[in-house]
């Protein structure tokens, strides 16, 4: 769907957005725009004690920024054509981020796109690979999708479109007016509702989506995103950061297809858990935000000491 501005409104009159989407902020409110026309997104500022945009000063995108595609993938020969296909011309470089694959992932993607650079990631885990193809890219823009063949590429100009008109980070949702998902289970579904839900009380935001990897944002906003995650779960380590560090989010519809060939390397139960401990370990605000942290003091410095060996006791 193209977003076009109304030309026609003037002054600091609203323009009725969708009733999925949320108020954005009036003009003169920190410069930042005045409305949205017609549009599903949600868009949302949390609050911060630190904002990185009063540090690095507002700086709105336009096309002359280059995108970067980062795609990390793993034995994915029979689905990296079809992702391949679909980049649109305004991404200006694709970096492919190998996992070790053993098959022919690489000849096919090389073959599809001869102007592909290949990296090869450090550790194993997909934020092990998301952190490699950052550090790789030098463009104004990154933007992140799987190679499963669930996420479109052509979608990429959609996220664009807010990063050029004052966002500083765009990320899909399957759960908006717009999106959906053909491929999530109930048991995915209900875990992912209940993180969000979880994350939206802790953090006082109101997000839809969380466990979707589908992102956007400016490069010069990369040191302020945690990014210390070898996991999944370094895709809400990345939206978690983004809100406390007061940058300005997007939800935007993104349609999940299911992967057309292998079998998903996410595990449910334990890449779950490895997100409940990531939304926890970030949430430091509040009286809740202090109990969360010294609740968990208390569990790590338990664990510490048990697994500390005793002193050893001589017989006489």
């Known amino acids: ?19 999925d989407a949320l108020p954005v902020e009036p003009a003169g409110a920190g410069g930042r725009n005045d409305r949205w026309p017609d549009t599903n997104a949600r868009h949302f500022d949390a609050q911060s004690h630190f904002d990185v945009r009063s540090h690095l000063g507002t700086q709105y995108g336009d096309r002359s920024e280059t995108v970067a595609l980062v795609i990390p993938a793993k034995n994915e020969a029979a689905n990296i054509s079809w992702v391949l296909d679909q980049v649109p011309t305004r991404v200006n470089e694709i970096i492919l981020v190998d996992g070790n694959s053993t098959d022919a992932t690489l000849v096919t993607a090389q073959y ?33 999708i799987d190679a499963d063949c669930s996420m479109s590429p052509q ?16 990320k899909g949702s399957r759960f908006i007016a717009g999106g959906g998902s053909r491929d999530i289970t109930r048991l995915r579904r209900l875990g992912n509702r209940t993180l969000v839900s979880l994350v939206n009380a802790l953090y006082d935001v109101q997000l839809t989506d969380l466990c979707y990897g589908f ?94 060996p005793g002193p050893s006791v001589r017989s006489a």
């Open 1 to 19: 769907m193209t977003i076009k501005p109304d030309a026609s409104s003037t002054g600091n009159a609203s323009t009725p957005l969708s009733r």
């Open 155 to 170: 979608e990429i100009p959609h996220f664009l479109h807010f990063l050029a008109n004052g966002y500083d980070f765009v």
């Open 215 to 308: 992102c956007a944002f400016h490069r010069r906003y990369l040191p302020f995103l945690d990014l210390t995650s070898s996991g999944f779960e370094v895709e809400t380590q990345l939206i978690l950061s983004a809100l406390t560090r007061g940058l300005r989010v997007a939800e935007v519809p993104s349609m999940e297809m299911p992967r057309r060939h292998g079998r998903s390397n996410l595990r449910t139960f334990p890449d779950g858990t490895r997100v409940l401990r990531a939304i926890l370990r970030g949430h430091r605000r509040g009286i809740s935000g202090h109990a969360v942290q010294a609740l968990r003091a208390l569990v790590h410095g338990t664990a510490r000491v048990k697994s500390q």
């Open 112 to 144: 599809c796109r001869p102007d592909i650079r290949i990296v090869t990631q450090t550790g194993s885990g997909k934020g092990d690979a998301l952190r490699s193809g950052f550090e790789a890219t030098a463009a104004d823009i990154i933007v992140m």
